[in-house]
C-alpha cells in the first residue's frame, strides 16, 4: 500500500542523482544561512554585549543638546539636581529598568610628575556602576574592585595610558581640571587599578568616585553629565526608551522644548553602523537563499513534469482529478525542500557544535574575542519554513503544467 | 438499452493549415457487456473514436452518449470524474508507473482517483491479482515484467474501480501474437467474471476475430459491422 507523500518521494528516487544534487543545493544554502546567523549573531551579541555591559549601559538620559557636543563633554550641559530627581523617578517607575547609575563626565590634565597627557573621566558611584555596567569590574587587569569599584581619593586609569606612562597599582598620580566658572583646581589620586580598553565610546576612559568628581570640578550642586540605564530585557529597549521619554516629558527647559533627552545605545556608539550592517547581510544571505531554493526546486520539477508528461496523460486519462496531480507535483518539491532543511539544519547544528568545542578566536578593534554560536530554534523555524515555502512556490507552476495537461496530447508525446 | 449511442458523429482536427476530417458521420450502438472491436488500418480514425468514447476528446458534430450521458457536453473536469467513475483504460504502451509495484499500479486509481480505504482496496487488489494471475509478481515493478505481464496488470488497473466500460487502444500491438490472444483471452475472461463492457481497436486482421462485434473503419467511416465472431 502506498501514500501521495510515498509516491512523491519515489519519483524522486526515480532521478536520484538529479535529486540528490538539488538537496545538495538547497542544503548548502540552508546550512550557509544558519551559520551565517548564527556566528554573526555570536559576533553582534559578544561586542554589544561588551558596549552595554561595560561602558554605555542599554540606555542613557542626557540633558537636552549634551550629546551633540559631547566628545568637548560640556560641563555646561550638566543635568540639575531638580532634573536628576525626576529622571530617578521616572526609572524608578519603569518595570523594565533593572540599575541605573549617575555619572560625571570630564576632562582633565593626567600627570605622573614627570609627564603629562590629558584623559576623559566618569566620576560615578561606585556601586551603582558595578550594577549598571556589570563587566566594568571585570575590565581590572591590576588592581581590585573588591572593596569597592573605585574608591575615594583612587582612579582607575585604562591601560594605554597605564602602559605609556608606565604606571603601576598604588602610584600617586595628578588630575587637573577646569571648573565650570573657567578656574583650574588640581587633586590627587592614587591608582586603584588598570582597566582593559574597549572598542567604542568611553572605551579608554579613567573612573574617579564621583564625589572626588564634584571636588575637584568645585561643583556646588550635584550634578550629573548623564545617567546610565541597564534593562532587564535588552529587547525591549525601544518601548522602554519611549517609556521614558514620555514620562520625562514634563521636563522642560526655559525655552519651553523638552529639557531631557533619551537615547538607546545604538545611537551613542557608530558600532550601531555595524550592527545594522550585519542584519542586512543576514537580509541578503536570506535572500540568496530563497533564489537558490527557487531556481533548483523549479529547475527539478520542470525537468519531472516534461520527463513524466506520457504518465501524467495516463493518470490524468483513468480519472485522476487535477488537483491530484497538483498535490503530487506539489509534494515532490516540498519533499526536496524537507531534505535540505533536514540534512542543512543537522549540518548547521554540527557546524555550531564543532564551532563551540573547537572555538574561535577574532581580533576586533585591538581586542580579541571568542566567538560562541547557538542556533535558536526560531532561526530554524524561519529558514525551515522560508525553504519550504519557496520549495512549494517553485513546485507550483510545474504542477500547475501537470494538473493542466491535456491528457490526449500527454499521451502523444515521445 | 445501448450502452454507447454515436449518431452522426464526426470529427475535424485542424493539422497546420489544413482541416484533417479523422471521424465522417458515424452511427452506432454498442449493448451493455459487450466484446466489441474496433477495425481499420492506421489513420482510419480509431483512436479518435475512443478518445471520444473516453471523454478525452469532443465531437466537432453529431451526438455520444455513453451511459446516457452526453460525453461531449461534459467539461474537463466533469469528463475526469465520469471516466473516474465509470471508465476502465487499457493503452498499447501500458503506461504502468514505473516506480510502483505491480500491486501499487492496479491500487493506483483505488487511492488517487476513488479514494478507497486501505483494506477495501488491499483486498480489491489481492482479487484483481488473482484474477489475471499475477499474485507472484507482486512485488515486482514494472522493468522486471514481460510486455505480457505488464499488459495483465494494466488490465487489472482498468479494472479496479469496477468500471462499466473499458477502452482498449491497440492494447495487443506491442506484444508477439501468442501474448496477445492471451490478453485478449484474459479480456474476455474479465467482462465474463465482471461482467464490464469492453471496446478496444485493432488494425491486426487475425486479433479482430476475437471480438463478438467488430466495427470497421476506413477514412473516418464506418464500412461495415461485423456479428458475433465467438
Do not use: C
Amino acid at each position: 500500500m502506498f501514500k501521495v507523500t510515498g509516491l512523491a518521494a519515489r519519483n524522486l528516487a526515480r532521478y536520484w542523482r538529479r535529486t540528490l544534487l538539488t538537496a545538495g543545493l538547497v542544503v548548502l544554502g540552508v546550512v550557509a544561512v544558519l551559520v551565517f546567523i548564527s556566528v554573526a549573531g555570536s559576533f553582534k551579541s559578544l561586542i554589544v554585549g561588551q558596549i552595554t555591559d561595560s561602558m554605555l549601559g542599554h540606555i542613557q538620559i542626557h540633558r537636552r543638546g549634551y550629546v551633540a557636543s559631547i566628545d568637548n563633554l560640556p560641563l555646561n550641559l550638566n543635568m540639575s539636581p531638580g532634573q536628576v530627581a525626576k529622571v530617578e523617578q521616572a526609572l524608578a517607575a519603569n518595570k523594565n529598568v533593572e540599575a541605573f547609575s549617575p555619572r560625571i563626565k570630564f576632562g582633565a590634565m593626567f600627570s605622573n610628575f614627570t609627564e603629562t597627557t590629558s584623559i576623559r573621566l566618569n566620576g560615578v558611584m561606585p556601586s551603582r556602576e558595578a550594577a549598571t555596567v556589570p563587566l566594568l569590574p571585570k575590565r581590572l587587569i591590576a588592581g581590585s574592585a573588591a572593596d569597592g569599584l573605585v574608591q575615594r581619593g583612587k582612579i582607575l586609569v585604562p591601560r594605554i595610558l597605564a602602559h605609556g606612562m608606565k604606571l603601576k597599582v598604588g602610584d600617586t598620580v595628578v588630575l587637573v581640571a577646569t571648573n565650570l566658572d573657567g578656574s583650574v583646581n588640581g587633586k590627587t589620586f592614587v591608582i586603584q587599578g588598570v582597566l582593559d580598553d574597549v572598542t567604542g565610546p568611553g572605551g579608554r576612559d579613567g573612573y574617579v568616585n564621583i564625589e572626588d568628581a564634584r571636588e575637584l570640578l568645585r561643583m556646588n550642586k550635584p550634578e550629573v553629565s548623564e545617567i546610565a540605564v541597564r534593562l532587564k530585557d535588552p529587547h525591549h529597549i525601544d518601548q522602554t526608551r519611549a517609556a521614558l521619554q514620555k514620562a520625562l516629558a514634563g521636563v522642560r527647559n526655559p525655552k519651553g522644548e523638552p529639557a531631557l533627552e533619551v537615547h538607546t545605545w545604538e545611537r551613542l556608539t557608530p558600532f550601531s553602523n555595524i550592527a545594522h550592517m550585519i542584519d542586512l547581510l543576514d537580509v541578503f544571505i536570506r535572500v540568496m537563499l530563497v533564489g537558490i531554493v527557487l531556481i533548483a526546486v523549479m529547475n527539478v520539477m520542470m525537468m519531472a513534469v516534461y520527463e513524466r508528461i506520457r504518465e501524467i496523460g495516463m493518470v490524468a486519462a483513468i480519472g485522476t482529478p487535477p488537483r491530484r496531480i497538483l498535490s503530487l507535483f506539489l509534494t515532490e518539491g516540498l519533499l526536496l525542500g524537507l531534505i535540505g532543511v533536514a540534512v542543512g539544519t543537522a549540518l548547521s547544528l554540527a557546524v555550531v557544535w564543532a564551532l563551540n568545542v573547537w572555538p574561535v578566536h577574532f581580533a576586533f578593534a585591538r581586542q580579541v574575542f571568542t566567538l560562541a554560536p547557538s542556533l535558536p530554534l526560531i532561526n530554524i523555524t524561519v529558514i525551515g519554513v522560508i525553504v519550504l515555502a519557496v520549495a512549494a512556490l517553485a513546485s507550483l507552476q510545474p504542477a500547475w503544467k501537470a494538473a493542466r495537461m491535456d491528457p490526449i496530447r500527454a499521451l502523444r508525446h515521445t | 438499452m445501448s450502452l454507447v449511442t454515436a449518431q452522426s458523429l464526426s470529427k475535424t482536427y485542424r493539422a497546420g493549415h489544413v482541416d484533417v476530417q479523422a471521424l465522417k458521420g458515424v452511427n452506432f450502438d454498442i449493448e451493455p457487456g459487450a466484446f466489441v472491436a474496433f477495425v481499420g488500418p492506421s489513420g482510419s480514425g480509431k483512436t479518435t473514436l475512443l478518445n471520444m468514447i473516453g471523454g478525452l476528446d469532443k465531437p466537432s458534430a453529431g451526438t455520444l452518449t455513453v451511459l446516457d450521458t452526453d460525453i461531449g457536453g461534459l467539461d474537463r473536469a466533469a469528463a475526469a470524474d465520469f471516466r473516474g467513475a465509470n471508465l476502465g483504460f487499457i493503452f498499447q504502451d501500458f503506461n504502468l508507473i514505473p516506480v510502483l509495484t505491480a500491486a501499487e499500479n492496479i491500487e493506483y486509481p483505488l487511492l488517487m482517483v476513488q479514494d478507497w480505504p486501505a483494506d477495501r482496496r488491499r483486498a480489491r487488489v489481492a482479487e484483481l491479482l488473482e484474477a489475471v494471475g499475477m499474485s507472484e509478481q507482486a512485488d515486482k515493478r514494472p522493468d522486471q515484467l514481460s510486455g505480457g505481464q505488464k499488459q495483465r496488470v494494466a488490465v487489472a488497473r482498468a479494472l479496479a474501480t469496477h468500471p462499466k466500460l473499458v477502452l482498449a487502444d491497440e492494447p495487443t500491438a506491442n506484444l508477439d501474437h501468442d501474448t496477445a490472444y492471451r490478453i485478449l483471452e484474459l479480456m474476455k475472461r474479465m467482462r465474463e467474471e465482471f461482467g464490464t463492457t469492453f471496446i478496444f481497436s485493432t488494425h491486426d486482421p487475425k486479433i479482430m476475430g476475437e471480438a463478438e462485434v467488430t466495427f470497421t473503419l476506413e477514412d473516418g467511416r464506418l464500412s461495415d459491422k461485423g456479428g458475433a465472431h465467438v
